[in-house]
């Protein structure tokens, strides 16, 4: 069983930055592909930045690319999300999740993820 908590979230003006964390708990951290995706109101869930468990292979959405960063420390069992030049559309329920990392690639779908936090909510004004 893996526990996350999601904290960083808040308020940002357009073109600001945030850093989101993400703590798990166990000692099989280091072993999870982990995840983050996001939630807008009146939206589905999507994905946006996903890491390997070894941390030798990171994906992002098109929409994120180059303004995110997905990190990890399996030292301190904590995944990171820094996010730059946020957007209005940016808005939204951001999530951190883990996979068992069956796959040799690096998990996108939701249904890839085992575990989940509740969220934390990053709002992005104009």
């Known amino acids: 069983q893996v526990q996350l908590v999601e904290s960083g979230g808040g308020l940002v003006q357009a073109g600001g930055s945030l850093r989101l964390s993400c703590a798990a708990s166990?000692?099989?951290?280091?072993?999870?592909?982990m995840g983050w995706f996001r939630q807008a109101p009146g939206k589905e869930r999507e994905f946006v930045a996903a890491?390997?468990?070894?941390?030798?292979?990171?994906v992002y959405a098109d929409s994120v690319k180059g303004r995110f960063t997905i990190s990890r420390d399996n030292a301190k069992n904590t995944v990171y999300l820094q996010m730059n030049s946020l957007k209005p559309e940016d808005t939204a329920v951001f999530y951190c999740?883990?996979?068992?990392?069956?796959?040799?690639?690096?998990?996108?779908?939701?249904?890839?993820?085992?575990?989940w936090g509740k969220g934390t909510q990053v709002t992005v004004s104009s």
């Open positions: 999740a883990a996979g068992r990392g069956l796959s040799p690639m690096v998990p996108r779908r939701t249904y890839e993820y085992d575990y």
């Open positions: 166990g000692r099989t951290f280091s072993s999870y592909d």
């Open positions: 890491i390997k468990w070894s941390g030798g292979s990171t």
